[in-house]
């Protein structure tokens, strides 16, 4: 991935069942050194849309995930990826039932996923 013009952070996290609570601690570990301090709702809402991604990247089995947050105009965009190689272009898993669950929380403003060569992406932003 690259970004530009915003500050970013990334970590390689196994693919196991304990990366989505590492993934939580990090990502607002990082928010919070960003100056960032959510409302305990919006608190709320980036733990559980972080380990609903990483959840859905471990449970595409590849090696690895790895996690990408970024900010800007005050939201915060947080990835994760499964590096599954070996997933068909057309590969949902539960993607759209990720999604839907996803946009359940009012503070994200958008979100998605999509397949490619180095496995399956998906995306939310978030209303800090």
């Known amino acids: 991935m690259t970004m530009a013009n915003r500050r ?27 100056d960032h301090q959510p409302a305990p709702t919006v608190g709320a809402t980036i733990e559980a849309v972080t380990t609903m991604m990483v959840d859905t990247a471990v449970a595409d089995g590849g090696t690895r995930v790895s996690l990408h947050l970024s900010d800007q105009d005050g939201q915060a965009c947080i990835v994760a990826l499964s590096h599954r190689t070996a997933l068909p272009a057309d590969h949902d898993g539960d993607g759209d039932d990720v999604l839907r669950r996803i946009t359940a929380h009012r503070a994200v403003t958008g979100c998605g996923t999509d397949t490619g060569p180095d496995g399956r992406r998906l995306w939310a932003v978030i209303a800090l």
């Open 8 to 34: 970013g952070m990334n970590w390689k996290l196994e693919s196991a069942p304990w990366a989505a609570g590492k993934a939580r601690t990090a990502v607002l570990e990082q928010l919070a050194k960003w």
